[in-house]
Nanobody, 114 residues
């Protein structure tokens, strides 16, 4: 079955960096668009960044120029490199794909605080 497992979250100071990973299994990863979402306390889940099977990328305005999404089809993994992190980036970050239906990972907590 489809599984998405995120890792790489943690506590970081403002201005710091983290790289999130999402290891995927159970489907043809190279043919799937992958998306990172995040949900901050008391807020709705929002799209952060997407990467298509053809490597086309898109970003939320709030993270453009700071975050970079990439994928390694040999490792069935999608990454989110997050630089210049700010307190407003604090959230649980989720990996998502749509393969017949929507699938979500369990999420990884990112906390940006001094």
């Amino acid at each position: 079955q489809v599984q998405l497992v995120e890792s790489g979250g943690g506590l970081v100071q403002p201005g710091g960096s983290l790289r999130l990973s999402c290891a995927a299994s159970g489907f043809t990863f190279s043919r799937a668009a992958m998306t990172w979402y995040r949900q901050a306390p008391g807020k709705e889940r929002e799209v952060v960044s997407s990467i298509s099977s053809g490597w086309r990328t898109s970003y939320a305005d709030s993270v453009k120029g700071r975050f970079t999404i990439s994928r390694d089809n040999a490792k069935n993994t999608v990454y989110l490199q997050m630089n210049s992190l700010q307190p407003e980036d604090t959230a649980v970050y989720y990996c998502h794909c749509n393969w017949g239906r929507e699938y979500w990972g369990q999420g990884t907590q990112v906390t940006v605080s001094s």
